[in-house]
Structure formats: C-alpha cells, structure tokens
C-alpha cells in the first residue's frame, strides 16, 4: 500500500505522507477503512468531520497520516486522478477537476495514530498587562497545555516538549487628563439687583501627574433686572398696597349707588379703582349698590365705574367724621360720537402751512382722532396730530381730500371731506 499526505490544501498532486506535528512514543496504528461518501454528483468526499461524526472516538484528536485507496484497492497516487489530502481536513475528489471529463473512483481512507500521544494544545489568548498604571510598561503571559489522548501512567507518558508558558512586554497608553462636559448652570443667587450663578466641570485624568488646563468653575451674572424700589408711601390710615399705589384699610367698607339721570338703579355696573381700571372689585346689585372692602376712610379714592350702553364715569369716595365713606353716581346713556366741526376746503402756495380743523362730541367724549390723506391714514408720530392737523413745506402732491374720523365705546364717526389745492 502507499501512504499519502497533501502538501497544502490547494495542491493537487498526492505524496508519501511521513510528517507529524506531535510527540509519540511507541508503535503506531492505523485505524480501519472508512468510506462516507459515493462519488456521485461533484465528487468523493472523505471529510475527517463527517468520519469522527459518524464514528465517533475511531480516530484520534490528531492523526499522523492517512492512505487512500479506491474499492478495488488502487492506490489514490496510482489512479491518475487528481486528488486532494490534508490531516485537518482529510480526502477529497473533485469530478470537474478530471482529465479528459473523467469521474472520481469510489475511495475509502485510513488513519495512522499513535497508541500513546502528548501534545501541546493551542495557545491562549494574551492575558491582561501586569500594571495598570499610565504610560508604563508590564509583562504579558499566555499558556498552554500538555495532554495526552489516552490515559496513561504520568511516569509512562512522555512530556511535552517546551515551555508551558510565554511571557512578553507590554505597555499601557500614555498618561491623560480631559475635561468632562460642563454641567448645567446652577440658580441665580438672587431674583433681582444682581446676582451670579456657577456650573462646574470635571477632570477626567489616568494619574495624578498630569492635570487638565482651565477652571472646574464658570461663572455667570444673572438676575441683572432691578429690584422693586421700597415703597415710600405715607398712610395715615391702613398700609400701602403690594403695588405702593393706594393705602387699604382691612376692614373698612365703601358703600355705593348707581342710577341713572332718570333715577332708575343701574344693575351689573362694574366698579373698580380709576389706578386699576381692569381690575374690577365689585359689581352693582338689582338696587344698583355695591360694597368695596379696603377702601380707606380719612382720604378721598377715585372710582371708576361702567357698563354697557352708558358713558363711563369716574368719581371721589366722600367719607364723614365716623369713618363712614360712600360714592354715588349717576351713568348717562351713551351716544354715538357726532361732528361738530368739519375741515374746510383749503388753497395754499408750495412751500407754505396749512391747518385742518376737526371736532366732535359724544357721551362718552371721544378720546382719539385719526386723519386721511386721499383714504390712506396719516402717522400720527410723523404729523403729531389730534384734533387738528399741520401740514408744513406744502407740496403738490399733498394736494387732495382729507377727512378725521374719531371714535369712543359708544361707536365711531367719520367727517365730511376737505380739499387741499397746493399751488406749485
């Protein structure tokens, strides 16, 4: 019989096989033929797996050779066809690898072990380096085993040959020191007059011998708007309000009554104070009363007091000399604003003035004025004006119809035209 082995894998021309990479001592043997694989399809397959698959502890961790023959017991090397052998892998054929489009004969395969094996098992992985320390340099060790495939007396088993152990330097990054993120800004020292507030950072360093560049501390200015100035108001009754804008007396109560011009008790008035006109503190009953608490006595307060369809009024509070106070107003019906003057049609030369004149009346009285030049609405913060209008340096194309319009709660009303000639 013949014994082959594979130079490598990709070769393709089969050998003597006389090369092992263990240690034995004694006799080899060789174990009984297998044959796997029939060479239908692409080829013959002896695959070692598939062999210790099916057969389990038949063949040893690692064999020193193998022979193959066909099933009328060619020699693999005397066939003429191209074959392929490894120790790790074990044989194959491949029908398309042939010459002359033939087929791969049917094989079966052998190994040679020894009865009595030790080897080295493959090396670990580098273990960690022995110092931890930045930017300093430790040993590194990896190891390996010496085992033996079948037990044997420890004095009976010949030892591996080498060094169960390798040792190399190592070296451990260089030494580093970075600021963490900043963190968020902490609160204002203050809410007001100004104040400062302070976020912090963190070193983040491998020794001790290096240091980040810069501050852990950042510090900002906040609270920069200007505290309420303490209230400097004298009452000679009460205490200040939380605004500083009246004095209140707790506990004291104004009395009040609306009617109309009539007589008539105006229900559902909003009543509040002319300082805070928004703020309504009460409102008229069927009998066209009300009650307002704080109010002080020994000093005269302005009210303001509404209601739809009437014109609003404000009004003192009267008090007599046993602390009583007490308001009464009359509402008169509200009307719609009218025109008493209308501009007038006016003729000037370029470059000259010219005055437009507009008013009206209403209850309540209106409180703005608005002018238009040719239906456009003038500014008001270039022309400055309110009831009556200026225009100065006259130019031609300032020639044309102006008019006012004037408006209150009760409504608005617009005035009759004037024509403007400037004369170029």
Not at 51 to 58: A, G, L
Not at 139 to 150: E, G
Request: one cysteine or more.
């Amino acid at each position: 019989s013949v014994r082959t082995r594979s130079l490598s894998d990709g070769s393709r021309r089969v050998a003597l096989n006389t090369f092992t990479d263990t240690q034995t001592t004694g006799v080899t043997e060789w174990t009984s033929w297998f044959n796997i694989d029939h060479p239908g399809g692409n080829g013959d397959y002896e695959r070692l797996e598939a062999i210790r698959f099916y057969y389990r502890e038949r063949v040893c961790a690692r064999p020193m050779a193998m022979e193959a023959r066909t099933t009328d017991w060619v020699a693999a090397a005397d066939t003429g066809e191209v074959v392929h052998s490894s120790l790790e892998k074990g044989f194959w054929c491949i029908n398309k690898e042939q010459p002359q489009g033939r087929v791969c004969s049917n094989y079966h395969v052998r190994f040679q072990c020894p009865p009595v094996q030790s080897y080295w098992t493959d090396w670990s992985e580098w273990g960690p380096c022995s110092t931890t320390v930045c930017d300093d340099v430790g040993i590194q060790v990896r190891q390996r085993k010496c085992v033996n495939t079948q037990p044997m007396p420890l004095l009976l088993v010949p030892a591996c040959q080498g060094h169960h152990s390798e040792r190399r330097e190592c070296s451990t990054p260089p030494c580093t020191a970075k600021w963490s993120p900043w963190g968020r800004w902490g609160t204002c020292s203050v809410t007001c007059g100004g104040g400062r507030r302070i976020r912090r950072r963190t070193c983040v360093r491998t020794s001790v011998t290096v240091q980040c560049n810069g501050r852990p501390v950042e510090i900002q200015k906040c609270g920069k708007s200007p505290c309420p100035a303490k209230c400097q108001r004298v009452c000679t009754e009460g205490h200040p309000s939380e605004d500083c804008s009246r004095c209140v007396c707790d506990g004291h109560v104004l009395h009040g009554e609306v009617h109309t011009v009539t007589g008539v008790p105006v229900a559902g008035a909003w009543v509040a104070l002319a300082s805070q006109p928004k703020v309504i503190r009460a409102r008229t009953d069927a009998k066209g009363q009300f009650r307002l608490t704080g109010v002080c006595s020994s000093s005269s307060t302005l009210i303001s007091i509404r209601k739809e369809k009437f014109a609003p009024i404000t009004v003192f509070t009267s008090s007599n000399t046993t602390g009583l106070s007490w308001v009464r107003a009359i509402l008169k019906s509200a009307e719609k604003p009218y025109i008493v003057k209308h501009p007038e049609d006016k003729v000037r030369y370029e470059g000259g003035r010219v005055l437009f004149c507009c008013k009206a009346t209403g209850s309540p009285a209106p409180d703005k004025y608005y002018w238009y030049h040719n239906g456009t609405l003038l500014d008001r913060k270039v022309y400055k004006y309110e009831e009556d209008l200026v225009l100065r340096d006259l130019k031609p194309e300032q020639s044309g119809q102006y008019y006012c319009k004037t408006s209150s709660s009760a409504g608005s009303i617009k005035s009759s035209p004037a024509f403007l000639t400037v004369i170029g």
